[in-house]
């Protein structure tokens, strides 16, 4: 699960972020771009790995601002894949290097799960046990139980 902002430009995350700490890794087919199985993840405390448009790639105002640039190693012809594939293999190595690792407790999950199905259900009031959110405090709400689920 992912919480998502957003901004009205890249550069304003990215600046952002950098704000906020953290480690800024590019993807890129730039020539200084190191392979992303010989990265330490380990020793960056928090990272954000930057994707760019699957033509153009990133901007080069985004390029500057990266402390770090890293591409997928591959055979043969191909040089990229496309965005979504991309994006699954660094997110597939982050977790075989235990860089993500889920940190959820089960309230939370059950929080952002239902939000999920208010949001994306034609009729969520036939999705939700509602018996099962009724005795548990949602953390959404804060400390509090949360009787008004629907109404988010």
Known sequence: YIQIRRFQTSYEAVKQLKMEGFYLVATTLDEDSIA???V???????VCILFGNEERGLSESILSQADMKIFLPMVGMVQSLNISASFAQVLFHLRTVGRIRPDLEDIKIAAVHEKWIINAARNPVECLDLSF?????????GDHLCPHLLHW
């Open 40 to 46: 330490d993840f380990s020793t960056i405390d928090k």
């Open 36 to 38: 992303v199985n010989e």
């Open 133 to 141: 959110f009724a005795v548990q405090t949602n953390p959404l709400c």
